[in-house]
Structures are given as C-alpha cells and as structure tokens.
C-alpha cells in the first residue's frame, strides 16, 4: 500500500485546510487510515481515524468538533478538514493506514505511511 498525502500551506489562524491522502497498491487490505501530527520538538501524535469501511471515526480529544475524517472509497482517499486553525496546529501532517481491524491512536500500530504535508499556521 502506499499513500500519498497534499493539501498543506502556509495559512492564517482561523483559516481553513482540506488535506488528501491519496492510496494506491492493495487497498483492500486497509482495515482502518489515520491522520497523525508531528510538531517540531515533539512526538508524533494522533489526530483521527477512520475505519476503511464502515466509516466510523475517531478523534483526539484535542481537535473534536474542529477536525473531520471522511473517506471516498470510490477515488481510494482519505480527506482530513481542519476549521478554526490555530498556530499550535502548525505541524507535519501524515496519514497512515493499518491493515487489522480495530481503532489504534498509537503510530505503532499502523504498517503503511505517506511523507507528511506541512501545515503551518500564523497568527
């Protein structure tokens, strides 16, 4: 499986992102794709997920009523909406996808990742 992830840019607090993560390969293997986030000096930290088909989602409790997964089966991606950006969400995103079922926020857990896009958001 490999993804590719786009959609990041330089934006202003308040502003609004639409990242894609586009999957290719044996994606029928794809139990549940995870956004996570990276914040230079920090670990890499889990934002949300969604199983592949059912579509049930699952949030960090930091980013909910902000943050919204959904998927398209049909074109195999993975979108991630961000409202309301804030500087602290300045950050390396990546997606990822797990081939079991069962949610996971632990990075650990998922076998395949795409190269980040960078969302940086001033103030």
């Known amino acids: 499986v490999q993804l590719q992830a786009s959609g990041g840019g330089l934006v202003q607090a308040g502003d609004s992102l639409r990242l894609s993560c586009v999957t290719s390969g044996r994606t029928f293997s794809i139990g549940f794709m995870g956004w996570f986030r990276q914040a230079p000096g920090k670990e890499r930290a889990f934002v949300a997920a969604?199983?592949?088909?059912?579509?049930?989602?699952y949030y960090a409790d930091s980013v909910k009523g902000r943050i919204t997964i959904s998927r398209d089966n049909a074109k195999n991606t993975v979108y991630l909406q961000v409202n309301s950006l804030k500087p602290e969400d300045t950050a390396l995103y990546y997606c990822a996808a797990k081939n079991s079922q069962g949610v996971s926020t632990g990075s650990i857990s998922y076998d395949y990742w795409g190269q980040g896009t960078q969302v940086t958001v001033s103030s």
């Open positions: 969604i199983n592949w088909s059912a579509g049930s989602t």
